[in-house]
């Protein structure tokens, strides 16, 4: 199953399927489709981060925002070599073009930024 965040477009995804869904949707639309936030939600610093993150993707509606929880789907950060939280790994047709590992605000809308034109939150 896959959920949206009503206050900002970050889909939540809780199963494998749902995963490979969203992944196979933006392969499909061949656009910078996924920046995903792999978390554990029992880190209380990334509530903040959180925050960033439906706010980036309130601003970039043609970027699909996709959260994960790592003791959720262990089997999804393990096949996408996540060893820290936060991570953002950045795709487009289903290939990887960057990893931002950490709360690191500036480095995530800089990256975003390479690969979309200015970004700020």
Same mark, same amino acid.
């Given at each position: 199953?896959?959920?949206?965040? #009503?206050?900002?477009?970050?889909?939540?995804?809780?199963?494998?399927?749902?995963?490979?869904?969203?992944?196979?949707?933006?392969?499909?639309?061949?656009?910078?489709?996924?920046?995903?936030?792999?978390?554990?939600?029992?880190?209380?610093?990334?509530?903040?981060?959180?925050?960033?993150?439906?706010?980036?993707?309130?601003?970039?509606?043609?970027?699909?925002?996709?959260? &994960?929880?790592?003791?959720?789907?262990?089997? &999804?950060? #393990?096949?996408?070599? &996540?060893?820290?939280?936060?991570?953002?790994?950045?795709?487009?047709?289903?290939?990887?073009?960057?990893? &931002?590992?950490?709360?690191?605000?500036?480095?995530?809308?800089?990256?975003?930024?390479?690969?979309?034109? #200015?970004?700020?939150?």
């Amino acid at each position: 199953m896959a959920t949206s965040d #009503s206050e900002g477009q970050v889909i939540g995804c809780h199963t494998v399927e749902a995963w490979n869904q969203q992944l196979q949707k933006g392969n499909e639309n061949k656009q910078l489709q996924d920046s995903c936030g792999f978390h554990c939600f029992l880190v209380r610093t990334l509530s903040f981060h959180c925050s960033i993150f439906r706010e980036l993707a309130k601003k970039l509606p043609n970027v699909t925002f996709l959260k &994960v929880d790592v003791d959720e789907l262990k089997t &999804v950060a #393990s096949d996408w070599a &996540v060893e820290a939280m936060p991570t953002f790994i950045f795709l487009k047709e289903g290939k990887i073009l960057e990893r &931002v590992v950490g709360a690191k605000k500036e480095e995530l809308q800089q990256t975003l930024a390479k690969h979309l034109g #200015s970004v700020t939150a």
